[in-house]
């Protein structure tokens, strides 16, 4: 069975800090990794998503993860934080035959103060 | 090119009553997946249809229900509305069924049963 564990239902940051934002996930097979952005009252918008090749992934906004398959694991951080980052993150894993089919994290809401 | 399309945005039903909420797919993307998002359980997947077939289910019992068209226009159902079935249901859509091509969200219809 796949599952997503994102630690830290609320994250703070000051503007221009580092961004971390945890997630580990379990899978028996290979994964598909993602993570997605949500803005209040609007879907989910992709910022990055691993499949195969390269662990070192980056995505838009300047957000880039790193898959650590020894570690299970799919950190997304940005140098350097915006107040327009703040919104509710989600890390999602999905697997080869599995169609388009996703599984969640619950989900990491980010608050960047000035 | 136009995203994701869902409507209505907003629902108000009653307990025991049924709902069809809408999700028109990006022009030219053959497949859409649903899914229920709730404060309690998270984004939890509902269903994927490609080319007018149901290829996926989630873990949600027959009240839901949905369709595709021709158009790859896709429907979703829930019957016998429980006031836990209140939640943003977001559809994406995706030119295949396959991992490796994304999805786009839509905004979601926001359902209150009350």
């Known amino acids: 069975a796949q599952s997503v564990t994102q630690l830290g239902s609320h994250v703070s940051v000051s503007e221009g800090a580092l961004v971390l934002l945890r997630c580990n996930y379990s899978?028996?097979?290979?994964?598909?990794l993602f993570w997605y952005v949500q803005y209040p009252n609007q879907g989910l918008q992709l910022l990055l998503k691993?499949?195969?090749?390269?662990?070192l992934v980056k995505g838009i906004n300047g957000f880039e993860a790193e898959f650590k398959k020894s570690e299970t694991s799919f950190h997304l951080t940005k140098p350097s934080a915006h107040m327009s980052d703040a919104a509710e993150y989600f890390c999602?894993?999905?697997?080869?035959?599995?169609?388009?089919?996703?599984?969640f994290g619950a989900g990491t809401r980010l608050a960047v103060h000035p | 090119k136009a995203g994701v399309t869902q409507t209505p945005r907003y629902l108000i039903k009653t307990r025991g009553q049924q709902v069809t909420l809408s999700c028109s797919p990006i022009?030219?993307?053959?497949?859409v997946s649903w899914y229920q998002q709730t404060p309690g359980q998270g984004l939890q997947f509902l269903f994927e249809?490609?080319?007018?077939?149901?290829?996926n289910k989630g873990n949600f019992p027959g009240r839901f229900s949905g369709r595709q068209f021709s158009n790859s226009r896709s429907e979703m159902n829930v019957s016998t509305l429980e006031l836990g079935d209140s939640a943003l249901y977001l559809c994406?859509?995706?030119?295949?069924?396959?991992?490796?091509?994304?999805?786009?969200f839509g905004p979601g219809t926001r359902l209150t049963v009350l």
């Open positions: 994406a859509s995706s030119s295949g069924t396959g991992l490796d091509n994304e999805q786009f």
């Open positions: 899978s028996s097979v290979p994964p598909y």
């Open positions: 691993y499949t195969t090749g390269a662990t």
């Open positions: 999602a894993v999905g697997f080869s035959g599995g169609y388009n089919k996703l599984i």
């Open positions: 022009s030219g993307h053959r497949s």
């Open positions: 249809y490609f080319s007018e077939t149901q290829r």
